[in-house]
């Protein structure tokens, strides 16, 4: 992940100060829950592009990027409930923050047993979702299925809603309703062009078998930006199997990208693997295409603590130059990138 240093971080650790303040006196409130949860990620990562080769210290390598937050819940009563979410992106190499405040999510919902939860501030976009939950590296470290995404993490031509949006109000379908899971948002862009957005994912799971689709637009200037996606997974016991369709596409430029996957428990741990392509088309696009070959192992120390080892490889085309990390020498375009990571992660 890249590197940046806060202008404000005193301004920062007051906020996360009152937080803690926060969660001690709300804790202490009989029908109200206060947690403090987060990830820490490190690992050493080996890139390669273009006969150039850089080592460093990263972070994020195994489902999770390193975060912490603060969530908690209070019981209405009669199945009624109000809920915050408050998330950080952590750089524990160096003890920094990364970005600004709380933006991986921050949100305050109030929900019902029966009718669902309506959602508002920043949080994840429904075509966020099959991205990640479909792929079994996530969309993180040398093997995530976002490495050929161009543009992540905002989307193509001046979008910035392809994983996450500012000042949106969201409904989630309740649970209960046979497997059926879903949720619809619009963003306001309060006069940010390329931060209005409105979609929608529907999906249905019986814990073997989970199948989504999604679908997003925000307008850019006069034209759209869309993004359309369907994905799922299968868990026979002894594999899972992952595959993703997504399609992301303004005036001018669309990019396809399919992926196949798959995970095997092995002991302790757990084997995984995926083949992704993307393909891109439009003026002077159409031969910018990459295929990623991705496989690791993660071994399991406890149910909160991981070690982990992941290879991959891009073969860029054309013009297309994509690299397994942030902290990669840039690619040549049309020329192959390859990394490896070893690192360990922990939950709290």
Not at 134 to 142: K, L, M, Q, W
Not at 187 to 192: F, K, Q, R, S, T
Not at 323 to 329: F, I, T
Request: hydrophobic residues 35%; proline residues 5%.
């Amino acid at each position: 992940m890249k590197k940046h240093t806060l202008p404000f971080r005193r301004r920062l650790s007051h906020a996360v100060t009152g937080a803690l303040c926060f969660a001690a006196s709300a804790s202490a409130t009989a029908q109200s829950s206060v947690q403090l949860f987060g990830t820490l990620d490190m690992n050493i990562t080996y890139t390669r592009s273009d006969g150039r080769s850089v080592k460093s210290m990263d972070q994020g390598g195994n489902i999770f990027p390193s975060r912490l937050g603060f969530r908690g819940t209070e019981d209405l009563g009669g199945g009624l409930a109000a809920s915050f979410w408050l998330e950080m992106a952590l750089l524990p190499d160096t003890g920094e923050i990364q970005g600004v405040g709380f933006h991986r999510r921050s949100t305050m919902s109030i929900s019902h047993n029966s009718f669902g939860e309506l959602r508002l501030g920043r949080d994840y976009t429904p075509t966020f979702w099959n991205i990640s939950q479909f792929s079994p590296f996530g969309t993180v470290g040398v093997g995530g299925s976002a490495n050929i995404i161009e543009g992540w993490p905002f989307g193509l031509v001046g979008a910035r809603t392809l994983t996450r949006a500012n000042n949106s109000v969201g409904y989630f379908l309740p649970k209960g309703l046979g497997g059926f899971y879903g949720q619809a948002m619009y963003a306001l862009p309060e006069g940010d062009d390329g931060a209005r957005y409105r979609g929608g994912r529907l999906g249905w799971t019986n814990g073997t078998a989970d199948v989504a689709v999604a679908y997003g637009v925000t307008p850019v200037g006069p034209n759209d930006y869309r993004v359309a996606s369907i994905g799922g997974t299968y868990d026979f016991g002894l594999a899972k199997l992952y595959a993703n369709y997504y399609r992301q596409k303004a005036e001018g430029d669309k990019q396809v990208n399919t992926m196949l996957g798959v995970s095997v428990p092995v002991g302790p741990g757990v084997i995984k693997a995926s083949v992704a392509r993307s393909n891109r088309s439009g003026p002077g696009l159409d031969d910018d295409d990459a295929t990623q070959y991705a496989i690791g192992y993660v071994h399991y120390l406890s149910k909160r603590t991981a070690l982990y080892g992941t290879y991959s490889l891009i073969r860029n085309r054309g013009n297309a130059a994509y690299v397994v990390s942030d902290s990669a020498p840039a690619s040549t375009p049309g020329r192959p990138a390859r990394g490896v990571q070893f690192g360990i992660s922990h939950s709290f």
